[in-house]
């Protein structure tokens, strides 16, 4: 059994809710950075920043995303991310780590699926195919 069962509350709708919240969510996003900074491929996207507001902003992005209370206040997706080199399969090893952290976090497989095809829209926000990777 993960660490958020005794976090979740049962019967409700949104995801955010299902997943536990907003303490939840820090669980998971601490976590997540976790495996991120220790990934080789994407530890470098993070150099520099300062890992507590991009954790919080992060939990912010989540709530909005999953059904929480409150919108997204940070700086458009877009913009934070553009020119910075991302791929596509950056977004894919990203979720894919995501995945994980919601996984170790005891969430139930179809919760963690519907999770991901949430934020899957965002890739095209996220992730600018590189020419010379595409020819």
């Known amino acids: 059994m993960g660490i958020l069962t005794r976090l979740r509350r049962p ?5 955010y809710e299902k997943i536990g919240g907003h303490d939840a969510l820090e669980v998971v996003v601490e976590d997540f950075y976790c495996r991120v900074l220790d ?5 470098g996207f993070y150099a520099g920043s300062n ?7 992060q939990v912010e992005f989540l709530s909005a995303v999953l059904g ?3 919108p997204y206040s940070g ?4 913009q934070v991310h553009e020119g910075r080199g991302i791929t596509m399969h950056h977004f894919a090893v990203v979720a894919a780590h995501l995945a994980d952290s919601l996984c170790a976090a005891g969430l ?3 919760t963690i699926t519907e999770i991901l095809r949430a ?3 965002l890739a095209g926000e996220v992730a600018s195919e590189d020419i010379k ?3």
């Open 11 to 15: 019967g409700t709708a949104s995801l």
């Open 39 to 43: 990934d080789d491929h994407l530890a």
């Open 51 to 57: 890992m507590k507001c991009v954790k919080a902003r």
């Open 68 to 70: 929480g209370p409150g």
């Open 75 to 78: 700086t458009p997706i877009r």
């Open 108 to 110: 139930h497989p179809d």
């Open 119 to 121: 934020i899957a829209p």
């Open 133 to 135: 990777a595409v020819v």
